[in-house]
């Protein structure tokens, strides 16, 4: 049996844009063992993926706060040696870093195919061109596409358990959710600052949300974000208090809570592309990064950005432009998206009763 290594660690979203990757790989090779190398923490959002036989959970790094693994830290030479021993005949590099792919070199896996980056190239034994105009989702398929293996679909799709749905679900019967009430999941940080809309917008959004709209909002984050959202002050009285899950979800609970609201609005983040996986439409906000690269794929998703000439930076040195970017997504854009995201609902849900009767 062919033994193949996938090797993608870190980040969240990262994690998810491997999926079509990972299905088409399984396509390609139904009998082999296929294992991955991935994060702690932001590889358990993939964790339920039947195309996978093993996740191997690469823990050298506890920098990122979504990167917190538990233990012992381990070194990459305690990898090395792991990696060797299970014999792998080939490994797909995903991942762009000179130490992923010295990493597979060092194990003596045989076959190794990856982006031809970070003068790395001469450890591989297939060079991919990277498209850094491309999709990201769309590049994990390009190292597929270099042996000539057909890509037959490209979506996002997503595995919970139920007992992820229920803790959910018994959330919102601790606090007190009434049957048929509109949910919307905020998530108003990010690991960087310059891709963060600024708190007091979203205060006015969530007023909008509770106020106007009749609508419940829940916060959502690391156990770090926690104090950010308790500590928002609201210019008015809101009909409905926001619900701070902050700290209180695993990676999987959160995947399972974004399936269960009904929309999600936040900045550019692993988050987005979370709840695009299992088909929960999004209010992206998007700034530095290159949104053609990093948007969140789906069909009803309504991603808001500016169109500045210092667009986009890739967050490389200290922003001289004080987050023009994210400052430029006004308040009045984001209340119209949330009314046609509602509208879109509305008629879905009327097509299918429609269709049902």
């Known amino acids: 049996m062919k033994k193949i290594l996938v090797v993608r660690y870190r980040f969240i979203g990262d994690m998810i844009l491997t999926i079509p990757f990972l ?195 829940i916060f959502i984050g690391a156990p770090s974000d926690k104090s950010i959202y308790k500590n928002i002050k609201y210019s008015t009285e809101l009909r409905i208090k926001p619900i701070n899950l902050c700290g209180e979800l695993t990676i999987k609970d959160s995947l399972a809570l974004l399936k269960e609201v009904d929309f999600l609005i936040g900045n550019d983040s692993g988050n987005l592309h979370m709840a695009s996986s299992v088909g929960t439409p999004v209010i992206g906000l998007y700034g530095p990064m290159p949104y053609e690269k990093w948007r969140a794929l789906g069909e009803n998703n309504i991603l808001l950005k500016a169109d500045l000439p210092c667009m986009p930076c890739n967050l490389k040195g200290k922003c001289e432009h004080n987050k023009a970017c994210m400052k430029s997504i006004s308040i009045k854009a984001v209340k119209h998206a949330i009314d046609k995201l509602i509208s879109q609902m509305h008629q879905i849900s009327q097509h299918n009763n429609s269709y049902i009767q």
């Not at 299905?23 to 190398?37: E, G, S, T, V």
């Not at 932001?42 to 990122?64: A, L, M, Q, W």
């Not at 108003?188 to 891709?195: D, G, I, Q, R, V």
């Not at 006015?204 to 709209?213: A, D, F, G, T, V």
């Open 23 to 217: 299905r088409n790989l399984r396509n390609a090779y139904p009998d082999a063992q296929i294992d991955m190398l991935v994060a702690p923490n932001s590889g358990e959002v993939i964790e339920n993926c039947p195309y996978v036989n093993n996740f191997i959970y690469f823990d050298t790094n506890r920098k990122h706060k979504y990167e917190q693994g538990k233990g012992k830290r381990k070194t990459f030479w305690h990898y090395v040696s792991l990696l060797k021993k299970e014999k792998y005949d080939k490994a797909y590099v995903l991942k762009r870093s000179f130490s992923s792919a010295a990493l597979c070199l060092l194990a003596g896996i045989k076959e190794r195919i990856g982006y031809d980056s970070e003068n790395r190239g001469f450890m591989l034994t297939q060079k991919v061109k990277y498209d850094s105009k491309k999709h990201e989702s769309l590049c994990f398929l390009d190292v597929l596409e270099a042996e000539n293996h057909t890509i037959k679909d490209t979506h996002l799709e997503n595995w919970i358990k139920e007992e992820n749905t229920q803790k959910v679900l018994s959330l919102f019967k601790k606090y007190n959710l009434p049957n048929g009430i509109k949910t919307v999941a905020i998530n108003a940080t990010a690991t960087n600052e310059w891709k963060v809309w600024d708190l007091e917008n979203y205060i006015q959004i969530i007023e909008y949300l509770s106020n106007e709209k009749g609508i419940q909002t």
